[in-house]
C-alpha cells in the first residue's frame, strides 16, 4: 500500500504544513492543496434512516460517530459533512464498458454520463476523468474541470471487443485517483462481465481500498450480464450498485441514486492507534450514537508498509 498522506484544501483543518510546489501540480488542476506526511485513514460514508423511507441524514456532528479498527475505537480527528462549495473536493474516474457486449446501448449511456457530470461537478472544484475498457483500458481524458473534454472524451467512445473490467478498476485506482485528493470515486458503467483482466477481481478491490476510493456501478444489461463483480466493488469499499435498464429513464434515475450519495457523504478521519507498518487488512466499523439509522461505510483498508516510499 502506497503511505496515505493527509490531504485537505487550504481552511479546511487549518493545519500549519509545507505547500507542495506549485509546478508539480498538473497546468490544468488549480486546487489550493496542502498534503503532510501523516498516516491518516479517511472513511467516506453515508447515513439514512430506517423509518423514514431511507431519507438521507443530515446534521450530524463528530460526536454522533464512532469509529473502530480491528474492534478499537479511534479517535476522530477530521470531520466534514459540507454541502455545496463547503463539502470536500471530488475527483470521480468515469470508467464506461466500450465491449461488443454493450454496444446496442452505447449511445444511451453517452447521454446519461454526460448529463451526470454536468449535474454533479462544482465549477472549479470538482474534477472528472473519462476511461473505456474493452479489450484494453484507454484513458481517454485525465482529470480536469473542463466540461467540454470531458464530454467529447465521453462522445469518443468505440465499443468493440472483450471485456478488461477489473483492470480499469485496478487502473483507476493507483495509476489515477491515488495522486488526487479530497474524496475519490469510481463510476462503472457496465454489464459486469470480465472476460480479459490480468488483474483479478480481489486485485481491483484492494487497490481501491488501499487508495480510499469509493466504488459506484451501474449495471447495464448486455448479452452476458453478471452484476456480482460490480456489486461486491460498491459493497466493499462503501458505494452503490444500481441495476438499470437501458434507456433514458431508468439510466437517469440510476445516475440520480448515485449523485444522490455522493453528495450525501460524511468524511471521517483519524490516525490509527496500531503504529504497525504491515500491510495488514484491517476491519473497520462505524456507529451512529443515534437510533434508527443506518450507515454504509467501507469494510476496511490496508496498513501501510514499512517500504512504503513518500
Not at 454541502?83 to 470521480?92: F, M, N, R, T
Not at 484491517?282 to 467501507?298: A, F, Q
Request: charged share 30%; proline share 2%.
Amino acid at each position: 500500500m502506497k503511505t496515505k498522506l493527509l490531504t485537505v484544501t487550504l481552511g479546511f483543518f487549518g493545519l500549519a504544513v509545507a505547500l507542495y510546489p506549485q509546478e508539480q501540480q498538473k497546468p490544468q488542476i488549480r486546487r489550493p492543496v496542502i498534503r503532510a506526511q501523516v498516516d491518516v485513514v479517511n472513511v467516506l460514508c453515508t447515513v439514512r434512516d430506517r423509518n423514514g423511507k431511507g431519507k438521507y441524514v443530515e446534521g450530524l456532528k463528530k460526536e454522533d460517530f464512532e469509529v473502530f479498527e480491528n474492534n478499537v475505537r479511534q479517535d476522530i480527528q477530521y470531520f466534514n459533512h459540507g454541502s455545496g462549495e463547503q463539502a470536500e473536493p471530488l475527483s470521480i474516474a468515469m470508467l464506461v464498458d466500450a465491449s461488443g457486449s454493450v454496444k446496442s446501448k452505447l449511445s444511451v449511456e453517452q447521454r446519461a454520463a454526460i448529463d451526470f457530470l454536468r449535474t454533479s461537478l462544482r465549477n472549479e472544484i470538482d474534477l472528472a476523468a473519462v476511461v473505456q475498457f474493452s479489450e484494453d483500458v484507454k484513458v481517454l481524458r485525465d482529470f480536469t474541470y473542463e466540461d467540454r473534454l470531458l464530454e467529447k472524451a465521453i462522445m469518443d467512445i468505440r465499443a468493440a471487443g472483450a471485456t478488461k473490467l477489473y483492470d480499469a478498476v485496478w487502473l483507476a485506482s493507483t495509476d489515477m485517483l491515488g495522486k488526487e485528493v479530497g474524496r475519490r470515486v469510481i463510476l462503472v458503467l457496465s454489464d459486469g462481465d470480465d472476460t480479459l483482466s490480468d488483474k483479478s477481481e480481489r486485485e481491483a478491490i484492494k487497490a481501491a481500498q488501499e487508495n480510499d476510493a469509493v466504488v459506484f456501478g451501474i449495471g447495464v444489461r448486455g448479452s452476458d450480464t453478471n452484476y456480482g463483480s460490480l456489486k461486491r466493488f460498491a459493497k466493499d469499499t462503501g458505494g452503490l450498485f444500481v441495476d438499470a435498464e437501458v434507456n433514458p429513464q431508468e439510466l437517469a434515475a440510476a445516475f440520480a441514486k448515485i449523485n444522490g450519495e455522493i453528495k450525501n457523504q460524511y468524511s471521517l478521519g483519524y490516525v490509527s492507534k496500531n503504529p504497525a507498518r504491515d500491510g495488514a487488512f484491517r476491519e473497520l466499523k462505524i456507529r451512529v450514537k443515534r437510533s434508527g439509522l443506518n450507515v454504509k461505510y467501507r469494510k476496511g483498508y490496508y496498513a501501510p508498509q514499512a517500504d512504503d516510499e513518500r
